[in-house]
């Protein structure tokens, strides 16, 4: 089939690979999202989708909005017969849905209805589930509830961060997303709709939804932390400023602290919650690099009268 592929960050990478490399589609061309400021310097690049579609010679498409007339004229002058979407990150109008004759085909990371929305991964991991998997549909004008075509699933291991398990899903997704394609091509495949129950809901996690609550049990701020890891980063205050924290380990043999009351040893910082204590991993102070639980501890000596807020 003629493609049009949709997709901006790392994790669409797989599947744009995946198609490149199939004997039986051809990537026209890439839509993804205008060159954008990134790391350190702030300088604009252009998005991850975009590089690698310039390396293969491909035509890069970058509308403000998926609905300006110059896109879906260009779009319509390619005339593809399916346009494959992976974490493209803007919505789609009718006019550009109703182009590719097969439609828009989305590569989803939950198992739908379950988790539609910006941050599925991140929900599963924070909401304890043992299993997650990526869905193939069709794109229609209601947010992640078109027909499906296909599943696979995942198992979400006891110490998965958010960053982890969406790595192992934009792999095997992108098998899933070109066997559809496939399927779609010889006419082997029908879309078949959701189910009315099981439907929730997966908004965007911000930096305020980020912010550790020490008065939680400790498998909630062990599920939090992993869920915002490696985005947006879960943190706490200390002395004021904050510090950003990266996962923690349980420790029900440790004695019971106060929520966000510390104890400090020459190899630990162990952490109150309402429940039992969690004893940091990696520390970033604002402003400063990445760093042991210890490193951090012996560079500001915690006194018995500080917390973590």
């Keep these: 089939m003629r493609l049009v592929f949709a997709g901006t960050p790392d994790t669409a990478l797989p599947s744009l690979r995946a198609l490149l490399d199939s004997p039986r589609h051809e990537v026209l061309a890439v839509v ?20 690698l579609a310039e390396e293969a010679g491909i035509e890069v498409l970058r509308p403000a909005k998926a609905g300006d007339p110059e896109f ?68 229609v004008k209601e947010l992640d509830a078109g027909p499906v075509y296909g599943m696979v699933t995942e198992e979400v291991r006891a110490a998965d ?18 066997a ?70 349980l420790a029900p043999e440790a004695p019971a602290l106060a929520p966000g009351e510390m104890a400090v040893s020459k190899n630990s910082v162990l952490v109150g919650t309402a429940t039992c204590p969690v004893e940091l991993g990696e520390v970033q102070p604002q402003g400063k690099r990445l760093m042991t639980a210890g490193e951090w501890a012996r560079g500001v000596r915690p006194t018995g009268e500080d917390r973590l807020v």
Excluded at 32 to 47: E, F, I, L, Y
Excluded at 90 to 117: C, E, K, M, T, Y
Excluded at 162 to 175: D, H, I, P
């Design 161 to 178: 961060t958010s960053g982890e398990l969406l790595a192992r899903l934009a792999e095997s997704g992108a098998g899933l997303l070109a």
């Design 180 to 249: 559809t394609l496939d399927g779609i091509e010889d006419g082997t495949l029908e879309a078949r709709p959701q189910p009315a129950d099981g439907v929730s809901h997966a908004p965007k996690i911000n930096v305020e939804d980020a912010r550790i609550d020490w008065s939680a049990p400790a498998m909630r701020v062990d599920r939090l932390i992993r869920a915002c890891t490696p985005a947006p980063g879960t943190w706490a205050e200390f002395r004021g400023q904050r510090v950003k924290l990266g996962p923690v380990r």
């Design 72 to 139: 879906l004229e260009r779009l319509k002058q390619i005339g593809p017969d399916a346009c494959p979407v992976v974490a493209y990150g803007a919505l789609l109008p009718q006019a550009a849905l109703d182009i590719p004759r097969h439609g828009w085909v989305n590569l989803h990371f939950s198992l739908l209805p379950a988790w539609r929305g910006a941050a599925p991964v991140q929900h599963a991991v924070l909401h304890g589930d043992e299993i997650t998997g990526a869905t193939t549909f069709q794109i």
């Design 32 to 51: 993804t999202r205008p060159d954008a400021p990134s790391g350190r310097g702030r300088k604009v690049h252009p998005s991850p989708v975009a590089e």
